[in-house]
């Protein structure tokens, strides 16, 4: 390849506007093209540098697209059995109070073959961090129907869409986990453009804050894109996201700590 | 503490011996008849003395893969169930073996299939070890046949299960569980302060991250991991068989038999004996790893061998293993939570020694 005109001038640290966190690993992801995990990996990442959690901070990793989850971020992780991660959690942070613990999970891990372990650990107010993906499908194992795709929402168990007097209704997990007296934040947020990615950062920060507090369990969900799945280019998945997602899982706070501000929820942001 | 001396059922004895033996962690799930674990640690608070956690999970699964993520920390964490509830537990042992992580599970075994039968039984053992769940693996299976054991199991299978990096089960029942017997208790012993060097306990700047897994997309880097898994259980196999012998310095007839089983059979022994029937009695007390070394030097100087377990016959195929074809191998069995008595034993024994 022909080397641009000029490239080794204008890369010089002090051009530098945007580097990869220090966290992220060389590995190279194995997402899609405009799959959220990669964004909101890095906006972990963000998190653990910034936080100086790196020596404090244990992962847990669940079955399904971000498995690899480990391999991207340099930090101590465990792999957890399908579901099972808010339950690997739950006894990381017991056994190890004053380490930073957080699971990161899909739809299918966290709302249906997991329900029991989220529900549970919510409800013990385990004082961890519960990071939710929730793209309304079936990423790794090719594009089946979810516990959170919506009603006539099309995947490959789902062909003429979700009928849901056959299927059954989707799930809104935050709604639920809001309402146990163990959860201290629940928000649902968004990485699909830069607005949102800050919104999403700034949750997270607040997480890692309230953690500290030992007030009990945090739960981000971010709804989020599946190009893959969805048989979409980047852009339409995150136009559908908009159009189709939000309305039905709308964005913002849904439990903040007394005395704090709520942010609004808004459909389209 | 001392050394003490306490009359205890044997699940309690597991649970003080855990405390005693420094465990890190417990998570359970009730079920008859092994709910005097949880209880008895519920009631001794040990995480207002020793720092010992306990928890009461919402299900076996839960509790099976918080042992996972306390293994996977270095900690010395542990379970306890029944036949139904370790049949849960399979999908978070299998991990925890593909993770090599130490960990204790004790099943006081009840009588299956399903939902079965609340009674004593020994039908587990294929299950315990062959493996159980899903993949090539095999845990250390350590049988107890008294109260007294079931406490020193606790120690030694924490001992055994950080030497080898693998899961440790006590293969119980629910008559060991449930009986009293008086049982002398070890002296309190520190929670250990050394973090193994693989544990995720936070990386510094010193290491690289450590990750706790069980995946490999690779073939063949798989079939490495699987190969050293393997010679991991040889080594085991070669290091920690662990038996008793019951008069079988001169024994024509041996008897073959684990746990509460083992202990009818020590009685049976003692009646063939008054009969003249040059009876012995091998007692395997690591079922993983089989004593089979041992049974086939037996089997040269025994006329015939009888398993006697309280199932439709599943130790007798390592027995069968073992002998090789040297001498006829037997199974003598009850089943439905029903325990032999030793004179069923002896009958038996007359009619195969009859019969042959």
């Known amino acids: 390849m022909k080397e641009i005109t000029g490239i080794k001038e204008i890369i010089k640290p002090e051009n530098l506007a945007y580097k990869k966190s220090a966290i992220l690993t060389e590995d190279i992801m194995h997402y899609c093209p405009g799959c959220g995990h990669s964004t909101t990996h890095r906006i972990l990442a963000e998190i653990i540098e910034e936080e100086g959690l790196q020596q404090d901070t244990i992962g847990v990793s669940p079955v399904g697209c ?112 809001a309402t146990l007296p163990g959860t201290y934040y629940v928000t649902r947020q968004s990485v699909h453009t830069p607005a949102n990615v800050r919104k999403t950062k700034r949750a997270m920060r607040k997480a890692v804050q309230y953690q500290k507090l030992n007030k009990g369990t945090c739960f981000i969900e971010i709804v989020s894109n599946c190009p893959s799945g969805w048989k979409m280019t980047p852009v339409q998945a995150n136009k559908w996201l908009e159009e189709n997602m939000f309305p039905f899982y709308p964005l913002g706070d849904l439990k903040v700590p007394e005395g704090q501000p709520v942010q609004q929820t808004r459909t389209n942001d | 503490m001392e050394r003490e001396l306490r009359l205890m059922k044997g699940n309690e004895a597991v649970a003080e011996a855990a405390i005693r033996a420094g465990a890190d962690g417990y ?215 662990r038996f008793e012998e019951f008069q079988c310095e001169d024994a024509e007839f041996l008897l073959v038999a684990y746990g509460t089983s083992a202990r009818v059979c020590q009685k049976s022994v003692e009646l063939a004996r008054e009969e003249g029937i040059k009876a012995g009695l091998l007692r395997p007390i690591t079922l993983f790893p089989f004593p089979s070394a041992r049974i086939n030097k037996l089997a040269d100087s025994a006329r015939l061998m009888l398993t006697v377990e309280m199932s439709a016959g599943q130790m007798v195929e390592d027995v069968l293993l073992s002998v090789n074809g040297k001498v006829p191998v037997y199974h003598y069995g009850r089943m439905g939570g029903i325990i032999p008595t030793p004179d069923e034993v002896v009958g038996n024994l007359k009619e195969r020694i009859i019969g042959s």
């Open chain 2, 27 to 241: 998570f359970g799930y009730p079920i008859t008849p092994q709910s005097e674990i949880l209880e008895y640690l519920m009631a001794a608070k040990p995480y207002e003395t020793t720092g010992m956690v306990v928890l009461q999970a919402e299900s076996e699964l839960a509790a099976i893969n918080m042992v996972y993520g306390g293994a996977g920390c270095g900690k010395k964490v542990m379970t306890s169930s029944s036949s139904p509830g370790i049949s849960l537990k399979q999908e978070g042992i299998t991990y925890i073996a593909g993770a090599e992580l130490p960990c204790l599970v004790v099943n006081v075994v009840r009588g299956g299939p399903g939902l079965g039968t609340i009674q004593p039984a020994q039908s587990d053992y294929f299950q315990a070890t062959k493996g159980g769940g899903h993949g090539d693996y095999h845990l250390i299976v350590l049988a107890p046949a008294s109260v007294q054991e079931m406490a020193d199991f606790v120690g030694l299978g924490f001992d055994l299960a950080f030497k080898y990096r693998n899961p440790v089960m006590i293969l119980s029942d629910g008559a060991i569980g449930q009986m009293m017997e008086k049982v002398w208790l070890s002296p309190q012993k520190e929670r250990s302060k050394t973090v193994p060097e693989w544990a995720t306990t936070g990386k510094p700047p010193s290491r690289k991250r450590n990750i706790i897994t069980s995946l490999e997309l690779d073939p063949y880097r798989q079939e490495i991991f699987n190969l050293k898994l393997v010679a991991k259980y040889n080594e085991i196999r070669k290091n920690e068989v």
């Open chain 1, 66 to 177: 971000s498995v690899f989850l480990y391999n991207y971020l340099d930090i101590d992780c465990q792999e957890a059995a399908h579901g099972r991660a808010p339950a690997v959690a739950t006894a990381i942070k017991r056994l190890q109070p004053d380490k930073f613990v957080f699971t990161y999970q899909g739809d299918g891990d966290l709302a249906a073959i997991g329900t029991a372990e989220t529900i549970h650990s919510c409800n013990r107010g385990e004082n961890i961090l519960i990071i939710f993906i929730n793209n309304g499908i079936y990423g790794m194992t090719g594009g089946q129907m979810a516990p959170t795709t919506l009603p006539g929402m099309k995947s490959s168990t789902s062909p003429y869409g979700r009928d849901v007097k056959i299927m059954g209704n989707p799930l809104k997990m935050a709604d639920i986990v």
